[in-house]
């Protein structure tokens, strides 16, 4: 069973900074490309940013040069350190990834999120 559970939410000030964590089970998760998505109050959910099982990385430009994503393998945990938070930061962030079955049929996996709240 695949589990993704998020941490490190909470409320911060217009500049400051938070590490987010996302560890996963069920999965192999070195061989994994893993996302971190965003909902704001009455918002769609956005695709914040993505890195793949080799390293490489891909931002919403809106979160460029602030945000920045890694993982640890070892410990299947990937991290989203966010400095320079600004308001319209604040969301729910959902940790995600997909697995691919030999028919390819392709299944979301979905942490509950964790509320980040930039405000003064």
């Known amino acids: 069973q695949v589990q993704l559970v998020e941490s490190g939410g909470g409320l911060v000030q217009p500049g400051g900074s938070l590490r987010l964590s996302c560890t996963a089970s069920g999965i192999m998760f070195k061989l994994n490309s893993m996302r971190w998505y965003r909902q704001a109050p009455e918002k769609e959910r956005e695709l914040v940013v993505t890195v793949s099982s080799g390293g490489g990385t891909h931002y919403a430009d809106s979160v460029k040069g602030r945000f920045t994503i890694s993982r640890d393998d070892a410990k299947n945990t990937v991290y989203l350190q966010m400095n320079s938070l600004k308001p319209e930061d604040t969301a729910v962030y959902y940790c995600?990834?997909?697995?691919?079955?030999?028919?390819?049929?392709?299944?979301?996996?979905w942490g509950k999120g964790t509320l980040v709240t930039v405000s003064s």
């Open positions: 995600n990834t997909y697995v691919v079955d030999p028919h390819y049929l392709t299944t979301d996996y």
